[in-house]
């Protein structure tokens, strides 16, 4: 378990922090530039030192201001790996990483050279040196290196930022694995939604400096209160989802949630498989009736639990859809016209899906309009 409540004040910046972070797996610390991603994972490291609070990971005091500790970064044991890989150019590979294994003199060699060359699929690369190297495979020896010197803990800041579409895809599976085998808890910087639902199991939302919310992904993600940190175009619902069934004849795949199914086309996860759906609101539109004879595939029935006046001519409309929660972005207009209120049944016609599978990683294209 990781623990963290700090305070700091710099000129023009202040933060302040609470929440705790599983023993394993991902914590995304989320948000835009400026809102204090780094420097928490600094202060972590023992990079950065808190004016107030406490940093406590498995149990050890890594920081306590009242107490007087403050362990050396050399003490804390944490992986740190950046959004450039800062390899040494004139080593090789094989060097870089076994520079790593120089650092963890002392402690125990839990992570061992193979299985780490292994799991990040970097055997090929043993001879090379960096400058040969692509930035997806800079940053898994970046990975390797950090995995190497035995942490206790990864703090990974933004490692796919610098990444074009194409060497980010190479490289998440390999994050994926990370997590899923090593079994390491992960403090993950990020200002990318898609990444933070692929890989993150919880999430720490943060603006300027402040914490806006913290808990289970999808519960976060969902929430209207979040709407400063990821923005009126994200703002939406994400549903923890299984994969059902594929039709072959039509390309589609049927995903099952808490409030009903959802017909999406093909993603590439077995049967049974878990994934997550985002809904945008701006992608969920109302009807009072069972729409017909209309393209759009996902009807689901819903009840209007609250209707908050958003920004110039639009309304936020909060749907309960049987045990799960959706929005609906609609003009204040269309509330008057259809006489939209709390406690009215509607329909909600769901134009487009974007899926984030822990397996793979898509982005469905929005239905064609009727």
């Given at each position: 378990?990781?623990?963290?409540?700090?305070?700091?004040?710099?000129?023009?910046?202040?933060?302040?922090?609470?929440?705790?972070?599983?023993?394993?797996?991902?914590?995304?610390?989320?948000?835009?530039?400026?809102?204090?991603?780094?420097?928490?994972?600094?202060?972590?490291?023992?990079?950065?030192?808190?004016?107030?609070?406490?940093?406590?990971?498995?149990?050890?005091?890594?920081?306590?201001?009242?107490?007087?500790?403050?362990?050396?970064?050399?003490?804390?044991?944490?992986?740190?790996?950046?959004?450039?890989?800062?390899?040494?150019?004139?080593?090789?590979v094989e060097r870089?990483?076994?520079?790593?294994?120089?650092?963890?003199?002392?402690?125990?060699?839990?992570?061992?050279?193979?299985?780490?060359?292994?799991?990040?699929?970097?055997?090929?690369?043993?001879?090379?040196?960096?400058?040969?190297?692509?930035?997806?495979?800079?940053?898994?020896?970046?990975?390797?290196?950090?995995?190497?010197?035995?942490?206790?803990?990864?703090?990974?800041?933004?490692?796919?930022?610098?990444?074009?579409?194409?060497?980010?895809?190479?490289?998440?599976?390999y994050l994926e694995?990370?997590?899923?085998?090593?079994?390491?808890?992960?403090?993950?910087?990020?200002?990318?939604?898609?990444?933070?639902?692929?890989?993150?199991?919880?999430?720490?939302?943060?603006?300027?400096?402040?914490?806006?919310?913290?808990?289970?992904?999808?519960?976060?993600?969902?929430?209207?209160?979040?709407?400063?940190?990821?923005?009126?175009?994200?703002?939406?619902?994400?549903?923890?989802?299984?994969?059902?069934?594929?039709?072959?004849?039509?390309?589609?795949?049927?995903?099952?949630?808490?409030?009903?199914?959802?017909?999406?086309?093909?993603?590439?996860?077995?049967?049974?498989?878990?994934?997550?759906?985002?809904?945008?609101a701006r992608d969920?539109?109302?009807?009072?009736?069972?729409?017909?004879?209309?393209?759009?595939?996902?009807?689901?029935?819903?009840?209007?639990?609250?209707?908050?006046?958003?920004?110039?001519?639009?309304?936020?409309?909060?749907?309960?859809?049987?045990?799960?929660?959706?929005?609906?972005?609609?003009?204040?207009?269309?509330?008057?016209?259809?006489?939209?209120?709390?406690?009215?049944?509607?329909?909600?016609?769901?134009?487009?899906?974007?899926?984030?599978?822990?397996?793979?990683?898509?982005?469905?294209?929005?239905?064609?309009?009727?």
């Open positions: 378990m990781i623990e963290i409540d700090i305070a700091l004040a710099r000129p023009g910046f202040a933060l302040a922090a609470t929440f705790t972070a599983p023993a394993a797996g991902v914590t995304a610390l989320f948000g835009r530039s400026g809102a204090g991603k780094t420097t928490i994972i600094q202060a972590v490291a023992g990079v950065v030192r808190p004016d107030r609070g406490r940093i406590v990971v498995g149990g050890e005091t890594y920081f306590d201001a009242a107490r007087g500790i403050d362990l050396a970064v050399e003490r804390r044991r944490a992986g740190y790996v950046f959004q450039d890989a800062r390899l040494f150019p004139h080593m090789s870089n990483l076994r520079y790593g294994e120089r650092r963890a003199r002392g402690a125990d060699a839990g992570i061992r050279f193979e299985a780490v060359v292994e799991l990040l699929g970097i055997g090929h690369l043993l001879g090379r040196r960096p400058h040969t190297l692509s930035g997806g495979e800079k940053q898994r020896v970046a990975i390797g290196r950090a995995l190497l010197s035995q942490p206790r803990l990864l703090l990974m800041d933004e490692p796919l930022a610098a990444l074009d579409a194409a060497r980010k895809a190479e490289i998440l599976p694995r990370l997590r899923d085998e090593t079994r390491l808890p992960i403090l993950y910087v990020s200002h990318s939604m898609g990444e933070v639902l692929r890989l993150s199991d919880r999430v720490v939302a943060l603006k300027e400096g402040r914490q806006v919310a913290e808990g289970p992904v999808a519960e976060v993600m969902s929430r209207a209160d979040i709407l400063p940190v990821i923005g009126r175009f994200d703002l939406g619902t994400v549903l923890d989802c299984t994969v059902t069934r594929h039709d072959e004849a039509y390309a589609l795949s049927t995903l099952a949630f808490a409030g009903g199914e959802l017909r999406v086309p093909r993603v590439e996860a077995p049967l049974g498989g878990a994934v997550r759906a985002r809904v945008r969920v539109a109302l009807a009072l009736a069972r729409p017909v004879d209309v393209s759009v595939s996902n009807l689901l029935p819903a009840v209007i639990e609250a209707i908050t006046p958003g920004e110039g001519p639009y309304a936020d409309v909060a749907l309960a859809a049987g045990a799960s929660r959706l929005a609906a972005s609609v003009t204040r207009e269309s509330v008057e016209r259809l006489g939209l209120a709390p406690g009215l049944t509607v329909w909600a016609m769901i134009k487009s899906v974007a899926v984030d599978s822990r397996n793979a990683d898509f982005t469905v294209p929005p239905e064609p309009s009727a």
